[in-house]
């Protein structure tokens, strides 16, 4: 679509980004998390769904791992994760431990190796950790499974500690892929949320990084941050389109000051909001396009020849905690502090405190201290949100794609399709490319847990 006709279409749009601009779910999963069954699921329970779900699709389509590090030497403000702040090196070997004999406990589960499919460190800062003790974590959940021919692991790494040797001992591991958590590259803003990395750092990083061999550099940026304004975002922009990276995430701001204490170090009067924060992703929408990006689902852009793109357009695309992704599994097992397992037909997370983490494995326990098992309804309004959130559209002419939820969100998008967002036909759904700033939206119509038992508004960031 031409610029032009574009921004003419978002001046149209601003009443209803006023309208739609509420409190919703991301929709990494459904149900989201605070809407699972208040009745705990157990550890028997939990360990009967994993084998299921393991011994039905490990030989097919492997497994993935999320690894969550929580450590960082410093808080950056914005940060809605869970996060452990020290300058102690020392916790790195207890932790790693603790990971290692969280997966052997799942490793007893098991009746087979498991085939990796998708493997990513997240946090936290996974570069935290020095290398060497990053390789024998690794090397430790490796040694006991099988890597699948076209298994993708990647890292997310912070610019301003990110050294050389992290880079070739990852990509000897295996690793090809890497993430930088940019966010924003004005020094005033860097300054306010506490994040400081310089563009020589960032091109230093992407450069050793391509030269070792990685194949994949994604870029983090963040637009909604305290100060930031259209001429800096649009800078911001420039320098990082200089560097090329593969994949650029281009994630709103969420601000909730409520669950992150950190965020109150600014008001939202230093926030830019509503149509004036959409305008900020309009732009860089613009000027990600013009340099030869494609935008995927939702926050989220590609080089024309990213295995992203060809998924998005193949309609294989897949979403699920770790974000937009190539590889389709229904088993993803999350090691550490707060990680999320999905094993398809339920969910469950992990301890949020290290302490309690411990504790719990020093039992023999696995540290999950809450979790859900998906109803028939659930299955179905999951599949529902999964094709709008990765394919901008979903069907329903099989019965077995049917139910309850499914049709009382059909009449809650009455609205949105007045107001020219999607189109509804015929066991068929469209989100049009004016809804597409509002996917979170309709995707709420269909989430049958929130309209029974809704949360308090201040559970969601705003959707725009």
């Not at 809407?35 to 994993?50: A, P, T």
């Not at 460190?121 to 490796?142: A, W």
């Not at 504790?359 to 309804?377: I, M």
């Amino acid at each position: 679509m031409p610029v032009g006709m574009r921004r003419i279409i978002f001046l149209k749009m601003n009443k209803l980004i006023e309208k739609y601009n509420i409190a919703a779910p991301r929709y990494t999963s459904y149900p989201t998390v605070p809407y699972w069954d208040e009745i705990k699921l157990g550890q028997e329970q939990w360990k009967s769904i994993v084998k299921q779900t393991f011994m039905a699709t490990n030989s097919e389509e492997g497994i993935s791992l999320y690894i969550h590090l929580p450590f960082c030497e410093s808080l950056c403000t914005y940060c809605g994760c869970n996060t452990r702040i020290t300058v102690n090196h020392a916790v790195e070997t207890p932790y790693l431990m603790a990971v290692l004999k969280e997966w052997s406990l799942y490793l007893e589960l098991f009746e087979a190796t498991p085939r990796i499919k998708e493997l990513h460190l997240g946090g936290g800062t996974p570069t935290f950790f020095k290398p060497e003790n990053l390789k024998h974590l690794l090397e430790g959940i490796l040694s006991s499974a099988v890597l699948c021919k076209d298994a993708d692991l990647s890292f997310e790494a912070h610019p301003a500690n990110t050294t050389k040797e992290h880079l070739t001992v990852l990509y000897d591991l295996g690793f090809r892929r890497l993430s930088l958590g940019i966010q924003d590259f004005d020094e005033k803003v860097q300054h306010v949320i506490n994040r400081k990395q310089s563009f020589e750092e960032v091109k230093t990083i992407t450069e050793n990084a391509r030269s070792i061999g990685y194949t994949s550099v994604n870029y983090d940026l963040i637009y909604g941050l305290p100060l930031q304004t259209p001429h800096s975002v649009l800078k911001t922009i420039e320098m990082v389109i200089q560097l090329k990276p593969d994949r650029i995430a281009y994630y709103s701001y969420a601000h909730v000051p409520w669950i992150k204490p950190g965020q109150r170090k600014y008001t939202e009067a230093d926030l830019p909001q509503g149509t004036v924060k959409r305008m900020l992703y309009e732009l860089g929408r613009d000027a990600f396009e013009n340099a030869g990006y494609v935008e995927i689902g939702m926050d989220h852009f590609a080089l024309n020849s990213d295995p992203l793109c060809t998924a998005m357009r193949g309609k294989k695309l897949h979403r699920n905690f770790m974000g937009y992704t190539t590889q389709s599994t229904k088993l993803l097992i999350g090691l550490g502090t707060s990680s999320i397992s999905d094993a398809w037909n339920g969910f469950a997370q992990n301890e949020k405190k290290v302490e309690d983490y411990y504790e719990r494995l020093a039992k023999g326990e696995l540290p999950v201290f809450k979790g859900h098992e998906l109803t028939r309804e659930d299955l179905i309004l999951r599949k529902h949100i999964l094709n709008l959130m990765c394919k901008q559209e979903t069907s329903w002419e099989n019965p077995n794609e049917q139910c309850e939820g499914l049709y009382q969100g059909l009449e809650r998008l009455q609205e949105p399709e007045s107001d020219g967002l999607i189109n509804i036909y015929p066991y068929h759904l469209l989100i049009k490319q004016e809804g597409h700033p509002f996917i979170r939206n309709i995707c709420m119509a269909f989430d049958a847990r929130y309209w029974s038992k809704k949360a308090p508004a201040e559970t969601f960031s705003k959707t725009i």
